[in-house]
């Protein structure tokens, strides 16, 4: 049963944009805080950026910060990722989740739902 589901990954250059998007198929959808973390083969699973369930508070990991924002819209059930002047070290598989609280959620650990990952890949 899917219950986030993430979609625009793709392959794209150094110096383009992209924009991710999770909607989300939760019950509770529009009061959950959301993030989206990033993972590549052998590495741990890296904060990138989390939002209140409100979608009034934000916080982004410093490499993305300035280059990417997270937005959600709740009468969509709906989060993005819109992630500009991508870099190849950006290159990772992008993975969207929700977390049972209203706050920010920077850890891993605090987030109940899961999506199964979307792959984004910047050439150089």
């Known amino acids: 049963q899917v219950q986030l589901e993430e979609s625009g990954g793709g392959l794209v250059q150094a110096g383009d944009s992209l924009t991710l998007s999770c909607h989300s198929y939760?019950?509770?959808?529009?009061?959950?805080?959301m993030g989206w973390f990033r993972q590549v083969p052998g590495k741990e699973r890296e904060f990138v950026a989390t939002?209140?369930?409100?979608?009034?508070?934000?916080g982004h990991a410093d490499s993305v910060k300035g280059r990417f924002t997270i937005s959600r819209d709740n009468a969509k059930k709906t989060m993005y990722l819109q992630m500009n002047s991508l870099k190849p070290e950006d290159t990772a598989i992008y993975y969207c989740?929700?977390?049972?609280?209203?706050?920010?959620?920077?850890?891993?650990?605090?987030?109940?739902?899961w999506g199964q990952g979307t792959q984004v890949t910047v050439s150089s």
């Open positions: 989740a929700a977390a049972v609280t209203t706050g920010l959620a920077v850890a891993a650990q605090l987030y109940d739902y």
């Open positions: 939760l019950h509770t959808s529009g009061s959950d805080a």
């Open positions: 939002i209140n369930s409100s979608g009034g508070g934000t």
